[in-house]
């Protein structure tokens, strides 16, 4: 969001900053970091993040970004503050309004050059790779980052939502949507990610182009070897024909100054790090007619699709504070506050000009190990521990309704395998392969790869340990306190665990069943034709 806000008030001026290069200072020739790139890549790297080299190079928060940063936790904050049913209201906004701006991107997109070579690209995919558990480790890294789950965004909105609500059908829902978002994201990329090959492609002939003409000039190669002029305005289609029709003696002189232009080679190389979608859509912009206006409406989508998401995740925060601790329900506005000042104070690490390669440090290597690790603890949770025939008896009663009982077996078996596999894999992965990131080198005006240093490697496994170790001290300290407090009482008298009813959405039912409740569910059962599952 902080990236996206900054690219917001960049477009508000006109020409559009990162359209052309820069001139130097007191002089008429372009910067030549930025003419040895493209120009949205160079505002990217040297103007957005004012990178450095590598990431042992630190320094100050850039001062423009910390800026952005504290207006994004400020607008978040304001948000909170007002309450579940102003931001729910927003959300409204936020959700579907980035919906309708990103179709008409997509129709933009598949309208520009080179993009049917992306999509191509899609199709030539190898079947070899739906056997890999390489790409099923990043699917399954993305589905669950897109979809949210185990962020505490779920669990803690729907704590507000009534009881009558029918969550299956909005687990569906979600679910169908997100499908669909990811396809259509793959069509949008993969067709900006063509059109970046061909101008690169193009980049490269006119390169061989300029220098055959030195070549000439310089008397290494005689006049006949010249490009003719005719050729630039088509240069993709005609360069290969001509250095066909070159005299063999002359053509096999030439490829030895000349540089081998690949279309699949370019798609290869095509910008990588956590700015792709950002210089992406800076760069689709430039083909629109009016692209000031274009570049508002495009960074008002990806403001507006960040803020929903990150009031999600501070909901997950809050919410489980107060329901733990009775006295911060009293203090909504001050815990809100609190928050989003440590959130804040906590990301200005990623706004220095290393900053960027931290963020890919945590988005690439941190994220998925706690996720996962969570997941597998609410799997284990609810399905082996308060059990799956309970669960799904209680969502019967809930709705009223029959549920099918497959529901059960696949929260029992294929969750939990899943999960499992894609952990393993993901540990397996950080142990044998080095951990790096895409480092922009100023010299050479190109992205190069760069291997974390061991501190980093070492900061890595911290964050992993303290985002997981509170689940196990949690569950010691709980068992200890049971066993010391059953140990005292000197009796055979069970512990049972009820959790505090939250007003009358609960009403005053326990949720561990008594005997009485589960006379209530056989007639229920009875009701239901015998569909109720055997406790």
């Known amino acids: 969001m902080t990236w996206s806000l900054f690219y917001l008030t960049q477009s508000l001026q006109s020409p559009l900053p990162w359209a052309l290069c820069p001139l130097l200072e007191n002089s008429s020739q372009f910067d030549p970091e930025c003419v040895r790139t493209i120009p949205t890549v160079y505002f990217w790297y040297r103007h957005v993040l004012n990178a450095s080299d590598k990431v042992e190079i630190g320094g100050l928060p850039v001062t423009h970004l910390s800026v952005c940063l504290f207006v994004t936790w400020l607008i978040t904050c304001i948000s909170m503050i007002k309450g579940l049913k102003s931001s729910g209201k927003m959300l409204y906004v936020s959700v579907f309004l980035p919906y309708i701006i990103f179709f008409f991107l997509l129709i933009r997109s598949l309208m520009l050059k080179g993009a049917g070579f992306g999509l191509k690209h899609i199709l030539s995919a190898k079947v070899s790779a739906l056997y ?10 993305q589905l669950f980052l897109s979809l ?5 965004s779920f669990t803690a ?19 169908l949507f997100n499908l669909l978002t990811s396809v259509t994201a793959v069509v949008f990329v993969f067709a900006i990610m063509g059109h970046y090959a061909t101008k690169n492609f193009e980049k490269c002939y006119f390169k061989n182009a300029e220098e055959v003409r030195n070549l000439v000039v310089a008397g290494v190669l005689p006049p006949e070897a010249s490009f003719p002029e005719s050729l630039y305005q088509d240069i993709s289609a005609t360069y290969s024909a001509w250095v066909s029709s070159l005299p063999e003696d002359i053509r096999n002189v030439l490829l030895t100054y000349l540089t081998n232009c690949s279309l699949n080679e370019e798609l290869k190389e095509v910008m990588e790090g956590p700015g792709v979608a950002l210089v992406a859509f800076t760069d689709i912009v430039s083909v629109f007619k009016r692209p000031a206006f274009w570049a508002i409406i495009i960074f008002v989508f990806l403001v507006t699709l960040g803020l929903s998401t990150l009031m999600g995740i501070v909901q997950g925060i809050i919410t489980p504070l107060q329901d733990s601790f009775s006295s911060l329900r009293k203090h909504t506005k001050l815990l809100t506050v609190s928050i989003c000042a440590f959130m804040f104070l906590s990301s200005l690490v990623f706004v220095g000009p290393s900053g960027s390669y931290y963020v890919n440090l945590l988005d690439d290597y941190w994220a998925s190990v706690p996720l996962f690790c ?8 609810i399905v082996w521990i308060y059990g799956a025939r309970r669960f799904l008896a209680d969502i019967i009663i809930i709705f009223g309704r029959p549920i099918p009982p497959i529901y059960r077996w696949l929260w029992c078996y294929a969750s939990p395998f899943v999960l499992v596999v894609l952990f393993l894999s993901t540990l397996i992965h950080l142990y044998l392969n080095p951990i790096s990131y895409i480092a922009w080198n100023s010299s050479i005006s190109n992205e190069v790869d760069q291997s974390y240093p061991s501190w980093m490697k070492i900061l890595l496994i911290v964050l992993i340990v303290v985002t997981i170790l509170p689940i196990p001290a949690y569950f010691l300290y709980t068992l200890y306190t049971v066993y010391f407090s059953a140990s005292k009482t000197h009796s055979r008298t069970t ?3 009820e959790p505090e009813a939250k007003g009358d959405i609960l009403g005053s039912r326990p949720r561990l069943h008594s005997r009485q409740g589960l006379k209530k569910m056989s007639k229920i059962d009875k009701k239901l034709g015998g569909n109720l599952p055997a406790m």
């Open 132 to 141: 890999s558990l390489q790409v099923w480790r990043r699917t399954g890294n």
């Open 148 to 152: 949210g789950s185990g962020f505490g």
């Open 157 to 175: 909105i729907s704590s507000y939502i009534p009881r009558s609500n029918n969550c299956v059908v909005d687990a569906f829902i979600v679910a």
């Open 374 to 381: 969570v997941l597998i603890m609410e799997n284990i949770a």
């Open 495 to 497: 512990v049972t665990f």
